[in-house]
C-alpha cells in the first residue's frame, strides 16, 4: 500500500518503520527549540507531516512510543490519535508528561508511532433487548483481578 504524504513545515521528516518487522511508523516532532514537558505538563506537538489515505476504509491510529512512555511517563494526552481518511491536515501530537521528572524534547526526535489500519464502519441499529451472554452486563474487573 502506498500513503501519499506532505511535508507542511521545515525540518520535518518523512515517517519511517524502524526496523522491517516494525508495525507502526515513526512521527518525529518538529520544534525550533528543545521543550521541557515539566510532570503533569502537556503540549501539543506538531510534525510537519499531512498523509492522504486510500479511502474512508481506512484509519491511521496515532500512539506513545513505548520506550518514551516506560521509562519517562511521556504519553499521549488523548490516549490514541485518530486520523480519518478525510483530514488532509498536519498531523499534531498532544503529549503528557506522567513521569516524576522533566523530560526535554529535542527538535526532530521521535515522539509518537502511527499504525495504518482497515476501518468498518457499521450501521447502527436500535433495538429493545440484546443477546444474552456468559458475561452478561459484567465489566470492569468482573472477569478477574484489575
Keep these: 500500500m502506498q500513503i501519499r504524504y506532505r511535508l507542511t513545515r521545515p525540518g520535518a521528516k518523512e515517517p519511517r518503520y524502524a526496523t522491517p518487522g516494525?508495525?507502526?511508523?515513526?512521527?518525529?516532532?518538529?520544534?525550533?527549540?528543545?521543550?521541557?514537558?515539566?510532570?503533569?505538563?502537556?503540549?501539543?506537538?506538531?510534525?510537519?507531516l499531512a498523509i492522504e489515505l486510500p479511502g474512508p476504509d481506512w484509519v491511521a491510529l496515532?500512539?506513545?512510543?513505548?520506550?518514551?512512555?516506560?521509562?519517562?511517563?511521556?504519553?499521549?494526552?488523548?490516549?490514541?490519535?485518530v486520523i480519518d481518511s478525510d483530514y488532509r491536515g498536519e498531523i499534531?501530537?498532544?503529549?503528557?508528561?506522567?513521569?516524576?521528572?522533566?523530560?526535554?524534547?529535542?527538535?526532530?526526535e521521535r515522539v509518537a508511532q502511527m499504525m495504518i489500519l482497515p476501518v468498518a464502519q457499521?450501521?447502527?441499529?436500535?433495538?429493545?433487548t440484546l443477546e444474552e451472554t456468559g458475561?452478561?452486563?459484567?465489566?470492569?474487573?468482573?472477569?478477574?483481578?484489575?
Design 62 to 81: 496515532v500512539f506513545a512510543r513505548s520506550g518514551l512512555g516506560i521509562r519517562k511517563g511521556i504519553a499521549l494526552s488523548n490516549g490514541v490519535g
Design 92 to 108: 499534531g501530537v498532544g503529549l503528557i508528561n506522567l513521569g516524576e521528572e522533566a523530560y526535554t524534547l529535542q527538535p526532530g
Design 135 to 146: 458475561r452478561g452486563e459484567g465489566g470492569f474487573g468482573s472477569t478477574g483481578r484489575l
Design 122 to 128: 457499521a450501521a447502527f441499529v436500535p433495538a429493545d
Design 22 to 48: 516494525a508495525a507502526a511508523a515513526d512521527l518525529c516532532a518538529v520544534l525550533d527549540a528543545p521543550l521541557t514537558l515539566e510532570p503533569g505538563a502537556r503540549a501539543f506537538v506538531p510534525t510537519g
